[in-house]
């Protein structure tokens, strides 16, 4: 195997460049988070997709975000009847230890895992296929238009929400009034982030809404 000469070699150009430039500006920030441990306020359950920057729609940085993300932010079910899941876990860690007061649920339009929801995944992408049944409950019975796959991606969030609420300790903390939920769908063509309003049983791009997510949330109905 021959080595990559270090000039072409992109990733590692960007290490030495985060560790010469980024990083001194940063470094106090760092090192109070090495010495004192994180205290992130919010759990971040987010797509995968690569157009989602959760730090740059949130304007959080280092310490801010405990980010779980996965194939249509999806929430498995807390009764491990899904199987093992790194999603559950890490629901359970933000709020159990580093007791959060935020759990955000982000989709996004022209999301694959929707579109896949509709037309099927590879068949050699087994768990894929399993997978994407956790968002079953918010398919529409109609063809996939641009138009259902958005209102599909919305009903997804909500769908995710009210599992959420099914975590004994998440519904516990919402109710207690210390935990709120914010379902979130992200326009990337936009750049507008709309927000699930349960009161008004839809969702409200950010420069029309009176909040980033309700007052905790006893039971969210997914979207007619
Ligand atoms: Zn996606």
Same mark, same amino acid.
């Given at each position: 195997m021959t080595d990559v000469p270090p000039e072409t070699d992109a990733f590692l150009l960007r290490l030495r460049e985060f560790h010469s430039d980024y990083f001194p500006r940063h470094q106090q920030r760092f090192q109070d988070l090495a010495a004192r441990g994180q205290q992130p306020k919010t759990l971040f359950i987010g797509?995968?997709?690569?157009?989602?920057?959760p730090y740059l729609l949130t304007g959080a940085g280092p310490g801010d975000l405990f980010i779980v993300r996965n194939v249509g932010a999806l929430v498995p079910p807390w009764d491990g009847s899904h199987g093992l899941h790194g999603t559950t876990a890490a629901i359970e860690f933000a709020v159990l230890? !580093?007791? +959060?007061e935020h759990i955000v649920v982000c989709g996004h339009s022209h999301c694959g895992a929707v579109r896949a929801a509709y037309?099927?995944?590879?068949?050699?992408?087994l768990n894929l296929h399993n997978w994407l049944r956790l968002m079953d409950e918010a398919l !529409?019975? +109609?063809?996939?238009?641009p138009e259902a796959l958005a209102r599909t991606g919305q009903r997804s969030v909500v769908l995710q929400l009210e599992r959420l609420l099914n975590y004994p300790m998440v519904r516990r903390e919402v109710e207690a009034r210390r935990l709120r939920l914010h379902g979130w769908h992200y326009v990337i063509e936009l750049g507008e982030v709309h927000i699930f309003d349960a009161r008004l049983g839809r969702f409200v791009p950010a420069e029309q809404a009176?909040?980033?997510?309700?007052?905790?949330?006893?039971a969210p109905t997914i979207l007619a």
């Open positions: 797509c995968s997709d690569s157009r989602l920057v230890s !580093l007791r +959060v037309e099927g995944a590879p068949a050699e992408a !529409l019975p +109609v063809q996939a238009s009176g909040h980033s997510g309700d007052e905790p949330i006893p």
